[in-house]
């Protein structure tokens, strides 16, 4: 059974506006969330995170929204750019067991200039 | 500073052979993280050390594998007698401490024939 879930496995967008990738979980103790961004052949790269001590948090371009009540997160990129391009990971964990990151399918972002 | 680096790249083998994949941390984390991605999923938790120890290898998928981190910095993940379903992406991270971000090596693939 899937506890992280990104039900899309693509979206296309267009350059300059806002791609919006969404995540679902079902474990009620992860208490802190990642994003990550894969290129082919390449390793994940840590994006952005947030713990459930909040509900939002902005670095850039990139914004992270956390509704706990719903179980669900969302990554906003705004605005879009061509090198956005790549396979995004929602990733979970939960403080006080071990530090295991529990990992979405991943979506695939495509830009289009 | 440097990444975290893994070797090889890729590995092609033979379905029964035993195989050993290396992972150097970013120097000065004492957490390490390995993962498993197959084709079209997130990557599989399989075992953490926090310095020298295994603290969790719940996600080590049978006895085949086993890893080990002798003096708290490089990791050897270690696989016997491979069979085709361990064809995999196999990923390596490491933290500064435990439930501080992860950081992904580039993977090492690896083919079993």
């Known amino acids: 059974d899937q506890q992280v879930k990104q039900n899309s496995p693509s979206l296309s967008v267009q350059e300059g506006r806002i791609s919006i990738l969404n995540c679902d979980y079902t474990?009620?103790?992860?208490?802190?969330f990642l994003w990550y961004k894969k290129y082919p052949a390449e390793g994940p790269t840590f994006l952005i995170s947030i713990s459930s001590i909040k509900d939002k948090n902005e670095d850039g371009r990139f914004t992270v929204f956390l509704n706990k009540s719903a179980k669900h997160l969302s990554l906003h990129i705004v605005p879009s750019q061509p090198g956005d391009s790549a396979v995004y990971f929602c990733?979970?964990?939960?403080?006080?067991?071990?530090?295991?990151?529990?990992f979405g399918k991943g979506i695939t972002l495509s830009v289009r200039p | 500073g440097a990444g975290v680096s893994q070797t090889p790249s890729n590995k092609v083998t033979e379905k029964g052979k035993y195989v050993e994949l290396r992972c150097d941390p970013i120097s000065g984390h004492t957490a390490l993280y390995w993962y498993r991605q197959s084709l079209g999923q997130g990557p599989e938790f399989l075992i953490y050390?926090?310095?020298?120890?295994?603290?969790?290898d719940s996600g080590l998928p049978n006895d085949r594998f086993f890893a080990v981190r002798p003096e708290g910095s490089v990791s050897t993940l270690k696989i016997q007698r491979t069979e085709r379903g361990d064809s995999a992406m196999y990923l390596c991270?490491?933290?500064?401490?435990?439930?501080?971000?992860?950081?992904f090596g580039p993977g090492t693939r690896l083919l079993v024939l």
């Open positions: 990733a979970a964990g939960a403080t006080g067991a071990n530090s295991k990151l529990t």
């Open positions: 474990n009620s103790m992860f208490d802190y």
């Open positions: 991270a490491s933290s500064r401490g435990e439930q501080e971000t992860q950081y």
């Open positions: 050390f926090q310095g020298t120890g295994a603290a969790d």
